[in-house]
């Protein structure tokens, strides 16, 4: 039996399309009276975009209905699917809090309301029936000025009982401009021991070398080998993980055919670059991440070995996994009690 870690999933595109037109339906919103039956929903919902800009777009009719209100109704749909279709021991939640306060209060009340939004996805990721570890990972925003961006890293530092990391989103080109900025936040970041995630070299256009030596774990991060391989030796050097989510690239027109992948899988598993296989938008995708892992044995990307390394890895780089070992250990002890007393007598044979 396996079970696995997911370390990169935004709360907004991880509503799947029926809990979102379920949850249009009850309350009865405007945002679906365009559609005459589900059908036509989650086609528009799950549907390629040509780029990044216009898949990032869906995110604002999730962040729209995710308050403070409803999102212990979205967390708890989430999880509960996460445990029962997914098998995840672990779950690193990411989102920008900022995006969840109301939008009519002033720049300072709404940094203000912050800090509530992190306590309530931290209470409502804890459900006793659907027993997943789980962790908040904060995101800074391109579309946010430098007072919000430095307010979401305080909070991550003021609550990491709940919080693991910070992150940047919003677009990778939109980087470039505000270079400086997104730098000393990064190492204000980890001046504070805060843990670091950045969706970096998604794009052709998200190439920032500067951001590199900030960065734990880089989000996404395909490009690198694909356009930049000599830089692979100092990402293995510095123990960075690349966080590879293989529906995306598709959905927002970054690659043609999901096999431009195996090169990339290659040239990291040569150069000792690790990868944790997620699934980003599982909801938008309309995709879990088993399938991920089958789809990639399916197209001869990886193989069953390379599945195993990516999933022990996941574990490995996970930033809150209280243990030093992916839970099959731990399975194992409880589901073969006789393999594991070699040398004693086993009670049955008594
Ligand atoms: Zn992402």
């Not at 000393?184 to 969706?199: A, I």
């Not at 293995?236 to 993980?241: E, K, L, P, T, V």
């Not at 040239?267 to 944790?276: N, Y």
Request: aromatic share 12%.
């Amino acid at each position: 039996m396996a079970l696995y870690a997911e370390l990169h999933r935004h709360l907004g595109g991880s509503v799947v399309p029926r809990v979102l037109w379920r949850y249009f339906e009850r309350h009865g919103q405007d945002s679906i009276a365009q559609f005459a039956e589900y059908g036509e929903f989650e086609e528009f919902y799950t549907r390629p975009r040509n780029t990044l800009d216009e898949y990032l777009e869906l995110h604002t009719l999730v962040e729209s209905v995710q308050t403070v209100e409803t999102l212990p109704y979205f967390i708890y749909r989430l999880l509960r699917g996460a445990y029962v279709f997914e098998n995840l021991a672990y779950l690193e939640l990411r989102y920008t809090p900022y995006l969840r306060t109301p939008e009519h209060l002033s720049q300072t009340a709404r940094i203000d309301k912050m800090a509530e939004i992190v306590e309530v996805v931290g209470k409502a990721s804890h459900l006793p029936e659907y027993p997943i570890v789980t962790s908040q990972i904060l995101c800074m925003h391109t579309r946010l000025p430098y007072e919000v961006n430095q307010a979401i890293v305080d909070l991550a530092v003021q609550n990491k009982q709940y919080v693991c990391a910070i992150d940047v989103a919003g677009g990778d080109r939109y980087y470039h401009e505000r270079m400086a900025e997104w730098v000393s936040l990064y190492d204000y970041g980890r001046s504070q021991g805060l843990n670091t995630t950045g969706h970096l070299y998604e794009t052709r256009d998200g190439c920032h070398p500067e951001l590199l030596p900030y960065l734990m774990r880089i989000g996404h991060g395909i490009q690198i080998p694909l356009l930049f391989p000599e830089l692979l030796k100092e990402i293995a050097q510095r123990g960075q993980c690349l966080e590879v989510c293989p529906t995306t690239y598709l959905k927002t027109g970054t690659l043609e055919d999901i096999r431009q992948l195996k090169l990339v899988f290659d040239r990291c598993f040569a150069a000792g670059v690790d990868i944790a296989i997620c699934t980003d938008n599982a909801g938008l995708h309309n995709m879990r991440l088993p399938f991920e892992y089958e789809n990639l044995l399916t197209y001869d990307i990886i193989n069953f070995e390379q599945l195993q390394t990516c999933q022990n890895a996941a574990f490995r780089h996970a930033f809150a996994w209280p243990y030093n070992h992916p839970p099959t250990l731990l399975l194992d002890k409880v589901l073969k009690p006789s393999q594991n007393r070699v040398g004693l007598t086993s009670p049955a044979k008594v």
